[in-house]
């Protein structure tokens, strides 16, 4: 993408109209897609975990966000994504350390919504997923009886 903007700039074919500025549509794309594959692309490089999940907090790498135990109603699996139902959603919209996604989920989000707009995907996850189902679930428990 970068260098279409940098073709769009020197290109002598176009220098009228509107596509002499097509490198700036290239550019906010090449920035959108970096923007999209940084972190996973980081922690696979240097093996960082995806998911951290401990006695007080789920934290997803990916999205930058600690969903933590006392704020969750529900963690369940869907396809390759596991989807977190928080009580209050509206206070982890600005938690969201992406700002395309924190855009686009403070755009969709209905307050009484069914629909869970916080999820992990969890096809970077190395290890097994019923095994991984199991751990929230105790880890859950361990919090609501600790009264984290």
Request: proline fraction near 4%; aromatic fraction near 20%.
């Amino acid at each position: 993408m970068f260098c279409l903007a940098g073709l769009g700039i020197f290109s002598p074919v176009f220098k009228h109209g509107f596509l002499h500025y097509s490198y700036i549509i290239y550019t906010l794309t090449a920035f959108a897609l970096i923007s999209q594959i940084y972190r996973p692309t980081y922690a696979g490089l240097f093996a960082k975990p995806i998911l951290v999940a401990n006695e007080n907090y789920i934290y997803d790498f990916n999205h930058d966000v600690k969903y933590y135990w006392k704020d969750i109603r529900e963690v369940y699996k869907k396809g390759s994504f596991l989807f977190i139902k928080l009580y209050h959603p509206e206070n982890y919209l600005d938690k969201i350390g992406n700002p395309q996604r924190r855009f686009v989920t403070k755009l969709w989000f209905k307050p009484n919504s069914k629909r869970s707009f916080f999820f992990i995907n969890i096809d970077f996850v190395d290890a097994d997923q019923a095994l991984l189902l199991k751990k929230l679930d105790n880890y859950r428990i361990q919090a609501l009886e600790n009264g984290v």
